[in-house]
């Protein structure tokens, strides 16, 4: 059906639940997947590219994994950062109910699988991770990321992953443009075809607290 893609709300496709190994944070695990997701029967290059070249993350703090599907970045998020919260967010609402079945297979209880407007509005988020939706179009894209990467803590980065051949030096390009003001956006790793773009919120450094002086 044409209107059926992994970014459809309600894929009217056939469910047909499967089962696959994939590498979680080191581990090899088996997790549930399902048609009418991202890429169902295996870890896709991206996402392994963008798993494999990406620093550990903070301890803690809210993670937003952008275009989640059915959760291989969050899981990973998760597990690496036990004490922070992992927004999984999708317009795909079968792959939602994939990551929060996969999360409670794994024991993570601090995975929220939700769509976008479901995040509370004052959430900053001190690191996101992202396989973004490129097929969606570049202004649907575009219009993801803008509403996105302003919720950015200061002094934190996002991490995306994108094919060369889908785009992603023009992508880089715009990211540096759009979003000039406060912002770095530079290339971190290129691997398999894909491009690994870091993009940094600036901001001051946390204020020490005065020294006390003793009279």
């Not at 992992?86 to 993570?108: I, P, Y």
């Not at 209880?109 to 996101?128: L, Y």
Request: aromatic residues 6%; charged residues 20%.
């Amino acid at each position: 059906m044409a209107s059926d893609h992994y970014f459809s709300a309600t894929p009217a496709s056939p469910e047909k639940l499967r089962r696959i190994r994939v590498p979680i944070a080191g581990r090899e695990v088996t997790l549930s997947t399902a048609g009418g997701t991202f890429s169902p029967d295996r870890l896709d290059a991206g996402t392994s590219v963008l798993l494999g070249n990406t620093p550990t993350p903070p301890p803690a703090g809210d993670f937003l994994d952008l275009g989640c599907g059915w959760g291989p970045i969050a899981l990973t998020l998760a597990t690496l950062s036990p004490q922070a919260t992992v927004w999984a967010v999708d317009v795909n609402e079968r792959a939602l109910s994939l990551v929060r079945r996969n999360a409670d297979e794994l024991g993570l209880e601090n995975v929220r699988a939700v769509t976008a407007d479901q995040v509370p509005s004052d959430v900053k988020f001190r690191t996101i991770w992202s396989n973004p939706p490129i097929r969606v179009g570049k202004d649907e894209l575009h219009n993801l990321l803008e509403t996105w990467m302003p919720r950015l803590d200061e002094r934190s980065d996002a991490w995306l992953v994108v094919q060369r051949n889908l785009g992603s030096d023009s992508l880089q390009r715009w990211l540096t443009t759009t979003f000039a003001d406060g912002f770095s956006v530079h290339r971190s790793a290129t691997s398999k075809g894909y491009r690994v773009l870091k993009v940094h919120r600036q901001g001051a450094p946390p204020t020490e607290p005065s020294e006390l002086v003793t009279p």
